[in-house]
């Protein structure tokens, strides 16, 4: 067991009257010789499982200690190894729905030099150790007694389908209690994870539709097609999908639910936003506003880093957490789209930019998010 293995993730008895006395560094590292998934507070998990989902994509089933609280179906969550003696967090979408063992899953694909899904995607194994975050997002759907009603669209690119799989998971498990459409592109067809449950669950769902795009290769079969994201395909297939059109566009009453590249989340956005009776998304790069103010030419700053007591010249052109990288420091980070907040740190002198909203903030010891921060002037943090 760990320390917690089936504690609520409330602190126990135990942390409130030992926690004063105990380091937790210490704990872990003797309580690791006898478990890998041992620790005082952290929540680790065990590689239970692993399978090819697709090309350059593969699932892993995962078994939290009893630090884990809990997550639900749309949420993503941290995950952190070691890899090349370097400690690398990157934020990843739960895939499956919550279970009685406890288990969870991610599905990871591989991105062109990144370091964590390199790793994850051809060097972790079953018995290998991970380091998780807490669940967060938004992207969720009503639980419990308050069902999803009415009509839904999901729109995924890519590696967009994680988040929106489990959430298809989860109106199958309730006996698809609202009429759903879901269209999922890709480049190619090898790269489409879970084709064969998708279609399993449209042929077990009836009010469940799901089409398949590519977009660098030619369509086969009769829920496989060609394009990219436009009105006219969505027209095409939302109304082959069985949705009116009478009164305005096909998906006029839909709940849209987009997910992936931001360029893709931008089209849909444009294209359904207006008429649909919601619209949510996720996108995985954060694209900047189109009335962004300019910074001008990209110049170079002084950051003083007041923990380590270092100060740094770095470049005003990217974000901070990306100029520090390159100083060779390695800040805490999740998403690097602003959204999981674990690259946040506090601002005690200077300004800078949000190039997700183009504000510009100079209050003194305000938290900013690294990720989508650029320094316009000398600045401090609290690092």
């Known amino acids: 067991m760990s320390l917690t293995a089936t504690a609520p993730a409330a602190p126990s008895l135990v942390h409130r009257l030992l926690g004063p006395m ?37 699932t892993l089933v995962l078994q939290p200690n009893g630090h884990w609280a809990g997550f639900q179906p749309g949420q993503h969550l941290n995950v952190s190894a070691e890899v090349g003696g370097r400690r690398v967090t990157r934020s990843y979408s739960l895939t499956d729905i919550p279970r009685r063992d406890g288990r969870i899953a991610i599905t990871v694909k591989r991105v062109d030099g990144g370091r964590l899904s390199t790793q994850l995607c051809d060097h972790t194994r079953v018995g290998d150790v991970l380091e998780l975050g807490e669940a967060f997002g938004d992207m969720t759907l009503p639980t419990g007694s308050q069902r999803p009603q009415g009509r839904w669209l999901f ?13 298809t998971r989860q109106l199958a498990a309730q006996g698809m209690p609202a009429d759903m459409s879901l269209i999922y592109w890709a480049k190619t067809r090898a790269e489409f994870c879970f084709a064969g449950e998708l279609r399993a669950l449209a042929r077990q769902h009836p009010r469940l539709q799901v089409h398949f795009v590519v977009t660098h290769e030619a369509a ?31 998906w006029a009453d839909r709940q849209v639910l987009a997910c992936g590249p931001g360029g893709f989340v931008d089209a849909a956005r444009t294209l359904t936003a207006a008429t649909a009776r919601s619209f949510q998304a996720e996108g995985f790069t954060p ?21 380590s007591g ?37 601002r005690h002198s200077g300004t800078t930019l949000d190039t997700l909203t183009g504000e510009r903030s100079a209050e003194p010891d305000m938290a900013v998010r690294l990720c989508v921060s650029r320094a316009c002037s000398d600045l401090s943090l609290d690092l």
């Open 22 to 58: 105990v380091d937790p560094a210490t704990f872990d590292f003797w309580a690791q010789k006898l478990n890998a998934t041992w620790s005082w507070s952290r929540t680790l998990a065990r590689v239970v499982e692993r399978r090819v989902e697709a090309q350059d994509a593969v």
């Open 155 to 167: 729109l995924a690119a890519g590696s967009g389908i994680t988040p929106l799989m489990a959430l």
């Open 220 to 250: 086969q079969g009769t829920d496989e097609h060609q394009g990219f994201i436009d009105h006219a395909l969505l027209t095409r297939l939302c109304g082959s999908a069985g949705f009116s059109t009478e009164g305005g566009t096909a």
């Open 287 to 307: 694209t900047a506003p189109a009335d962004l103010p300019s910074t001008g030419e990209a110049t170079t700053v002084a950051v003083s880093l007041t923990r």
């Open 310 to 346: 270092r100060t740094l010249n770095v470049s005003s052109g990217s974000s901070l957490l990306e100029a520090l990288e390159a100083q060779g420091l390695n800040p805490p980070s999740g998403c690097r789209m602003g959204v999981c907040h674990t690259c946040v740190c506090q």
